[in-house]
């Protein structure tokens, strides 16, 4: 199923939950420059009580022009209402964390709603002061490393390092300055964040050798966050879920098995069996 084809947040039903389970709807949001597909070895894995859903979102490979003149989180909210019924857990994955993040910090309401969330390799500061001259150097002269490396992944090394290179300084023009404004612009936001007031179940997943979002980000946003866990998985850099897909599948796999039976409000026969 897909809504909106043709519209700057796409989502389609990667997987429907396996015949009679009650559904556990789970929404999964991509980083910069990605798309749905990096969830598809996690769809390998899932528990079959999960009904995945994956939004295709602005910031995709692709892109769609203009999507940076907006806040991350407006498009955010788009992908969380294209839901029939609304997510129950929301999976985001790097910039796509930040945006969440975002979301979640204005749409209290809403996001209370939700049984859980897992961030993967999320961008993270708790103080103002954790930011220089010299981070914003780094991401902005080193900007198309993050790229390449994505590329790599996706391409599980089929494509060499020089083509991949250029492909990597391509892509980066493709977002622009205004993406990559839009982008740091969240990841400075992060120590305004009310992470306090996220009282939800969070897991958060980083890689021992992520160079974008380091795992010390990811330390950081757990101990900010009131009830969060911490996994740090070694040899991963900043997409686990591909890289070390079956590690993170075990993780994410234990995580949604303890927030199934999180009643969300206004939903009738929450829990869901255990395999």
Request: hydrophobic share 45%; aromatic share 10%; with cysteine.
């Amino acid at each position: 199923m897909i809504v909106g084809p043709t519209q700057p947040v796409e989502l389609r039903r990667m997987r429907p939950a396996a015949a009679g389970r009650t559904p556990l709807r789970v929404l999964m949001l991509h980083g910069l420059a990605s798309g749905a597909s990096v969830w598809e070895p996690f769809a390998e894995r899932a528990p079959e009580e999960c009904e995945l859903w994956a939004a295709e979102l602005p910031w995709r490979g692709s892109g769609v022009p203009g999507w940076a003149e907006c806040p991350a989180a407006d498009w955010i909210e788009q992908a969380v209402a294209a839901v029939p019924g609304g997510p129950q857990v929301v999976l985001a994955h790097s910039f796509g964390a930040g945006a969440l993040l975002a979301w979640l910090d204005r749409a209290r309401p809403a996001a209370a709603a939700l049984r859980g969330v897992v961030l993967v390799s999320p961008f993270y500061r708790a103080e103002a002061g954790d930011f220089s001259w010299e981070t914003i150097s780094y991401y902005l002269n080193d900007f198309y490393r993050i790229l390449d490396d994505g590329l790599r992944v996706s391409s599980a090394g089929r494509v060499g390092p020089e083509v991949r290179h250029g492909m990597a300084l391509k892509v980066q023009d493709r977002i622009g300055p205004y993406g990559w404004v839009r982008f740091f612009d969240t990841y400075l936001g992060t120590p305004r964040l009310g992470t306090d007031r996220m009282r939800m179940p969070f897991l958060i997943v980083g890689g021992e050798k992520d160079f974008a979002a380091f795992p010390a980000d990811s330390e950081a946003l757990g101990a900010a966050l009131p009830a969060a866990e911490v996994t740090i998985l070694p040899g991963a850099g900043h997409f686990s879920m591909v890289e070390q897909a079956d590690e993170f599948a075990a993780a994410a796999h234990d995580f949604l098995h303890s927030v199934s039976v999180r009643p969300r409000p206004g939903d009738p026969g929450t829990s869901m069996e255990h395999t």
